[in-house]
């Protein structure tokens, strides 16, 4: 069996932003492109989606009409080499809803919700690539044994482009400033 029968020949390329950028919806859907190279990302399952769209919804809402919160697309974190990630959700500004791609200067926060098999991307891998992208703000959710939702939450130091860590949520966040909203993700 060669390669070429187990994934197509440009999943073992380099892609660049130009080509990325030339794809339909449905090729980008699923894969996130990372110093170039296709990264396929396994289907969520339905308690992480519901969990992701509960948080954007609440985050929507409270963002008021200056900033928008949506699940299911990428940000563009560097062109060369190309560095698409897809957060969970993303809250990024609503003057910026057109413009593609959606880059960090246009982003708030992102948010990972970890499933088996992402825990050291989540973990560690985005973390790095969002702070140094220059993103303000970082929210890790993971699963407990209770099955009540751990929410970490980060924010970055602009001058050594690192996250510091801030609060730790269980069951119903209540953010403060500039996430002045409650949200209650015990009932996914």
Known sequence: MTAEMVAPSWMHEQITAQEYDSWS?????????????????????????????????????????????????????QDVPLTNRRPDVVVYRADTIDVTPTRPEHVLLVVEVVSP???????????DQYAKAGIGFYWRIEQAATGVPLVYTYVLDPATKIYREGDMFTGVVKAAAPFPVEIDLGQI
């Open 117 to 127: 098999g992402s825990e050291t991307t989540d973990r560690i891998v985005k973390v």
């Open 25 to 77: 919806e449905e090729q980008c859907a699923g894969i996130e492109i990372v110093d170039g190279m296709v990264v396929l990302s396994p289907s969520a399952s339905k308690r992480h989606n519901r969990l992701a769209r509960i948080l954007a919804n609440g985050l929507d809402a409270a963002a008021g009409p200056d900033w928008n919160a949506d699940t299911d697309f990428d940000v563009r974190l």
